[in-house]
């Protein structure tokens, strides 16, 4: 009986071909192995590469901020080495007024959020500030203290600073634009209420087409600064050109004429159309105390006859 039969019954030719598969089947799984081992290593060779020409700047954390990976970009942004910033905190300095915005967007990511969004500034090492946009991805799974978080983040300071002074151009346009309607406003003001200097002493003001209450407020305003300006004693209002006039409108003018008297001056109306004398008679409008004629012609003439009222100071 050969040893193979003593030990176990098994032919010891049958034994020595069990010992060859075997052997086989070895050699074939630590081929395997040495084959995924190529490709991992491989694989890993790719993706540092593909990550390290990026222009991104690439990390991954842990929940307690400690950096497991940077790349390239990274470390030359923030002037530190490899050795430097894996496997320690660091966190880039951002002023104090971005923090509470930034805390509060990093606390939203998980489950529900895997990814956010963050934009903040940051300080380099050469004291100059930039702004930088992060894509901050959740871990996937439990998580847990071992769990790694991956940012990429971008410099968009270029963009920020056009951005603002797009603002600025927009608030500085606005303002000019604010200041141009400001003048517009004041001309056609102007226009719809003319004042003209006849003489010494003598300003007229003639108003052309719809007269209604604001326009009426307007052309008192006017006048009454134009009787100070001018130290006028005679005014001539000339209504020629306005087609209706209302008892509002009518009760206007009448206010407008015992304005100026308070002032010290003496208004002439002048150009009252037939249909307005209709108005002013069914309104039952008083005009005691103005001098009622019938063109713009008559009223200046009215207003050299009748000469300054007061004498002007003396100058010096």
């Known amino acids: 009986m050969s040893d193979g039969d003593a030990r176990s019954g098994i032919p010891a030719e049958v034994e020595l071909e069990m010992l060859r598969r075997r052997n086989a089947e070895l050699e074939r799984e630590l081929a395997e192995k040495r084959r995924v081992e190529i490709a991992l290593r491989e694989s890993e060779a790719r993706y540092r590469g593909i990550v390290e020409d990026q222009t ?73 500030i930039r702004w930088l946009h992060w894509t901050n991805r959740a871990p996937l799974g439990e998580g847990g203290p071992l769990a790694e978080f991956q940012a990429v983040g971008v ?55 719809v007269l209604d209450g604001a326009r009426a407020a307007s052309a008192l305003e006017t006048l009454l600064h134009g009787v100070i300006a001018h130290d006028a004693t005679t005014v ?34 002048t150009g009252i159309q037939p249909r307005i004398a209709q108005t002013l008679v069914a309104e039952n409008v008083g005009m005691g105390g103005v001098v009622t004629l019938r063109t713009l012609k008559e009223g200046i003439a009215f207003a050299l006859r009748r000469g300054p009222a007061r004498p002007r100071p003396p100058a010096g």
Request: charged share 30%.
């Open 56 to 128: 991104e700047l690439i990390c991954r954390f842990r929940m307690d901020g400690t950096l497991t990976f940077v790349n390239e970009v990274y470390c030359r942004y923030f002037d530190k080495t490899r050795e430097e910033l894996v496997g320690h905190h660091f966190t880039p300095l951002v002023p104090d007024e971005d923090r509470p915005v930034l805390d509060q967007q990093f606390a939203k990511l998980g489950p529900d959020c895997p990814i956010v969004h963050t934009e903040h500034r940051v300080v380099r090492p050469d004291g100059s």
């Open 236 to 269: 001539v209002l000339d209504i020629t050109g306005v087609a209706v006039i209302d008892a509002q409108v009518a009760d206007a003018l009448i206010r407008v004429a015992k304005a100026v008297r308070l002032l010290g001056a003496q208004v002439v109306l």
């Open 155 to 209: 410099d968009v300071t270029d963009r920020r600073e056009a951005e603002e002074e797009v603002r600025r151009l927009n608030a500085e346009l606005e303002l000019r634009v604010a200041e141009k309607t400001r003048q517009l406003e004041e001309m056609v003001r102007e226009l719809s209420a003319p004042l003209m200097p006849v003489a010494d002493q003598v300003i007229a003001m003639p108003l052309i087409g």
